[in-house]
């Protein structure tokens, strides 16, 4: 029950991933969302999932796992039911986000019950399975969006979601036991206040930025560093405050810090990727939505396949060696994309996914182990909140920074070729291209082939930088991580470094 909670978390994103491009075609088929709109129909969700993360870990650890499990599965089913009846972007990035209040209750829950169900020697295994059902979700999501995009209208890919909540509201009931922390830690509004008015502020700057092709630009640069600002303001009162959000403490073990820092990167590398290439399948290929669901299933089935056996890989070389070897994967494979053309053969994508599915599984599995052990049991809650804070951070910025070099990139390609007069948002993205050539008729066809070539060389920068990500994460588990060392003495070591932080 715990995985089929988890199962709709996280095959909400993959579902929306292949939704992307019928989101941003115009009414009736779509809402006519531009690239920002689809960036921030994206980042509303994962923002308020991770500004709420922490909070709702901890009111797990106060009132009780299920019971907070339970409501976050509803307010869920509630904002993915209005999602499905957006009538405009505004509103569908507003349900997002009350999507993403319910998802910040239902995650951390999920591993904090896992945690305390199974003993420390079975944790691993477990973990094990629990991101294998995260390869399991990646896998359905898309192929799932596909067959209701082929029949249904778009907002049934939120619309899916209602009866797997109530489906998994009735197990839970039955099925799950109730767990809470004896000495649960106090709320901290002030501290989830500030998270989220900085992490929003940052993001819109570089959302902008891209749209605007100009990071110099005065409001751009000045949201950026106001939200930097508010989220120093965020560290310095968390470090003050005797009830924080964040204990930042937690940090001062080196293997934990870097654990929770490659979590971030791999998917800040990987969630920009994903934004990509729908639109290289679909609008440049021409793959249908289905078509790209099953495209994409290579990377699901390789996590799926090895994310339960990553563990035994880490117990024959250690933490350092598998997660380096997986890092230096993906940046591999991030880095190949640069390669692809509009007539590359389709099985080196099928190949490139398939090996990124393989590197993530190498990482989450070993680093969520590194992770949850780090902290007492009591604190499931807590542990388990900072790893996915931390990973839909990495990810919102991933989209942020990453689609907006997209958006820059291709702006610079683009707009030289528009005709006269052409409106500003015609340059944003393909999408918005193809759109204008559409009302120009006869006259816009010229524009086409332009347009992929211009997205084809953004899509080949963006993925560039995304590599460049994953190297310096490559730099962060070699150096940081441990080697290979016997668990008892692993996990005496963890111990050891968390009562010297406390």
């Keep these: 029950m715990l995985m089929l909670s988890l199962l709709i978390v996280v095959l909400d994103n993959s579902i929306l991933n292949v939704a992307i491009k019928t989101i941003s075609t115009p009414a009736p088929t779509g809402l006519g969302a531009t690239q920002s709109e689809l960036e ?24 009780g796992r299920k019971k907070v499990l339970l409501g976050g599965l509803v307010v869920f089913g509630l904002g993915s039911a209005l999602a499905a009846e957006s009538g405009s972007p505004v509103q569908l990035i507003v349900f997002r986000a009350v999507m993403g209040i319910g998802a910040a209750f239902v995650m951390p829950a999920t591993l904090a019950v896992l945690m305390n169900v199974f003993e420390r020697d079975e944790q691993p295994k477990a973990i094990g399975i629990w991101a294998g059902g995260v390869g399991l979700a990646i896998a359905i999501g898309p192929i799932t969006g596909g067959v209701l995009l082929d029949h249904f209208w778009w907002g049934s890919v939120f619309l899916i979601n209602v009866p797997i909540v109530v489906l998994a509201l009735g197990l839970m009931i039955w099925l799950v036991p109730d767990s809470r922390d004896p000495n649960p830690g106090r709320i901290d509004p002030v501290g989830v206040l500030l998270s989220v008015v900085g ?77 990509f290439s729908v639109f290289y399948t679909q609008t440049v290929r021409g793959y249908s939505p289905l078509q790209t669901g099953l ?123 528009l005709p006269a007069g052409a409106p500003h948002a015609a340059a944003e993205s393909i999408e918005a291209t193809l759109g204008l050539a559409a009302r120009l008729g006869p006259q816009g066809e010229s524009l086409v082939a332009p347009a992929h070539d211009a997205f084809l060389h953004a899509m080949h920068m963006t993925a560039l930088c995304g590599a460049a990500v994953a190297v310096i994460g490559v730099v962060v588990v070699a150096v940081c991580l441990p080697g290979r060392t016997g668990a008892s003495q692993q996990g005496g070591k963890e111990e050891e470094l968390v009562t010297a932080d406390q």
């Excluded at 993360?53 to 009132?63: E, I, T, V």
């Excluded at 009830?243 to 969630?271: C, E, Q, W």
């Design 199 to 275: 992490l929003v502020l940052l993001v819109y700057g570089i959302i902008r930025g891209g749209q605007l092709a100009d990071f110099t630009d005065a409001t751009v640069l000045g949201t950026i560093v106001a939200g930097l600002v508010v989220l120093a303001a965020f560290v310095v009162f968390e470090k003050r405050s005797d009830h924080p959000s964040i204990d930042v403490t937690y940090f001062r073990n080196k293997v934990f810090s870097a654990a929770i820092g490659v979590i971030a990167l791999v998917f800040f590398s990987l969630m920009g990727v994903t934004f």
């Design 295 to 417: 495209l994409m299933l290579p990377l699901a089935v390789a996590q799926l396949v090895f994310a339960p056996r990553a563990r035994l890989v880490v117990d024959r070389f250690g933490n350092k060696a598998t997660c380096t070897a997986g890092m230096a994967t993906i940046a591999v494979t991030l880095a190949s994309f640069a390669t692809l053309d509009a007539d590359t053969p389709i099985w080196l994508l099928e190949v490139i996914f398939f090996f990124m599915g393989a590197g993530m599984a190498h990482i989450m599995t070993p680093t969520s182990v590194v992770i949850m052990q780090a902290l007492p049991r009591e604190k499931a809650g807590s542990a388990s909140a900072l790893s996915n804070t931390f990973r839909q951070v990495g990810g919102a910025l991933g989209i942020a920074v990453l689609g907006s070099v997209l958006s820059a990139s291709y702006r610079g390609s683009i707009e030289d070729k």
């Design 40 to 63: 921030w129909a994206i980042n509303a969700y994962t923002l308020v999932f991770a500004g709420l993360l922490f909070s709702a870990g901890l009111l797990g650890d106060r009132l």
